[in-house]
């Protein structure tokens, strides 16, 4: 029987809806939603050109060898993670997108230094997520997160030097990869991680939390600069009579009597600094004006039993417990590492790197070993390390 014009029409329009609706679906298919860290806000925040970023070398003394090739746009994102109790709540985090670049691209995870004031992140500030920044302007997807308590989080601190914080930040990646494919941007498989100081713990916790709860993704190669890993204390240790960062010093306690409920604060930190605490860490003040508020003399500061009897007073067992428990000497690695330790670190000695080095060298994990003979602890005497990371990161391209 011969068709009809208008039957023929509607045959044709059948055919067209279901290959539209096979073509949809496969979209849908490819950007299904994550199942951890998905992205429930998002705003741009512009694009930055590579002549600004090249710009910002001096201030930062970044070495002239490095030039950013691309212009990088910039997004704030909110996403869904686990606070250390495992509750559901939103963390936030930067993400940077090379611009002009026709090709998959591979994702680069850029966990930055001890911070204490809640805005003084990437998400707020673009500038601040240098290492996202950087990768960005020479060809990866930069990610660059605040880290939980910083930024738009809604936990009401940073829970510093805790493992919790590896799924923190592999949440995150999990949800620029889905955010990536929502905007039509191609990802290649691989995953890299570079850390700094407090950064380097953080990446390897992203470490110690895939070993334990596998995803869809592995990292396939890591730079930590200046980190550490083992949070427990040596029995020939002894702290400084003078403190470099006062802040930095009880910020470690302060959060980790928090997080566990300990009730030992009082134990640690002497009067009148004690009752200062929550004041000081309500995450409107930096670490310099924290350290105005308090002495550099560690008599003056910390008990005398903290100071003499840590090691035997049984009232600093649940504390040495915490600690043992967020201590990441032994993590199993996925991937290759290269580690970068100054000899003249003031505040990251350099012997975690080593003994770091050591643990992972024998479990089989291929790793690499730098140590400079200059740098204080600062990223300005490190910044020539992390152009370093970004050009051995190539090889695993």
């Known amino acids: 029987m011969r068709l009809q014009h208008t039957d023929l029409r509607n045959s044709i329009l059948v055919i067209f809806l279901l290959l539209f609706g096979a073509c949809d679906d496969a979209v849908q298919e490819a950007c299904k939603e994550p199942e951890n860290g998905k992205i429930v806000n998002y705003t741009s925040k512009g694009v930055l050109p590579a002549d600004y970023i090249n710009s910002l070398k001096p201030s930062l003394g970044v070495p002239d060898s490095f030039s950013a090739k691309y212009d990088v746009k910039v997004y704030s994102v909110d996403y869904e993670t686990t606070d250390p109790n495992g509750n559901v709540v939103i963390a936030s985090g930067a993400v940077y997108y090379p611009q002009d670049l026709d090709e998959p691209l591979s994702l680069l995870s850029g966990q930055h230094g001890l911070t204490i004031k809640r805005s003084e992140v990437a998400s707020l500030i673009p500038v601040y997520g240098y290492l996202g920044l950087f990768g960005a302007s020479i060809g990866y997807v930069g990610i660059q997160p605040d880290y939980l308590g910083l930024g738009n989080s809604t936990f009401p601190y940073y829970p510093v030097y805790q493992k919790s914080n590896g799924k923190v930040l592999l949440d995150m990646v999990e949800g620029v990869q889905a955010f990536s494919c929502e905007n039509d941007i191609e990802l290649n498989e691989n995953l890299f991680v570079i850390g700094y100081s407090n950064g380097g713990y953080n990446s390897i916790a992203m470490h110690d939390e895939l070993s334990k709860n596998p995803r869809t993704f592995d990292i396939d190669a890591s730079v930590i600069i200046a980190g550490y890993f083992d949070l427990e204390r040596d029995d020939n240790f002894s702290i400084p009579q003078r403190l470099v960062r006062p802040s930095w010093a009880i910020y470690h306690p302060y959060v980790i009597n928090r997080t566990y409920n300990l009730n030992i604060i009082d134990k640690i930190i002497r009067e009148p600094y004690v009752n200062m605490l929550d004041d000081l860490f309500d995450g409107e003040k930096e670490a310099l004006v924290i350290d105005n508020s308090l002495t ?13 009897e840590y090691s035997t007073l049984s009232i600093f067992d649940p504390y040495k417990d915490a600690i043992k428990e967020n201590s990441l000497l032994d ?9 970068i330790h100054s000899m003249e670190d003031e505040i990251v000695p350099y012997s975690q790197s080593e003994n770091f080095y050591a643990s ?7 790793a690499e070993l730098i140590l400079l003979e ?22 695993y391209e």
């Open 296 to 308: 550099t003399y560690t008599h003056q500061l910390f008990t005398p039993e903290y100071l003499n």
């Open 360 to 366: 992972v060298i024998s479990s089989g994990t291929k």
């Open 374 to 395: 200059k740098g204080k602890h600062n990223i300005q005497d490190y910044v020539g390390a992390v152009v370093d990371a970004l050009d051995w990161l190539k090889n």
């Open 331 to 339: 993590t199993k690695l996925s991937g290759d590492i290269l580690l």
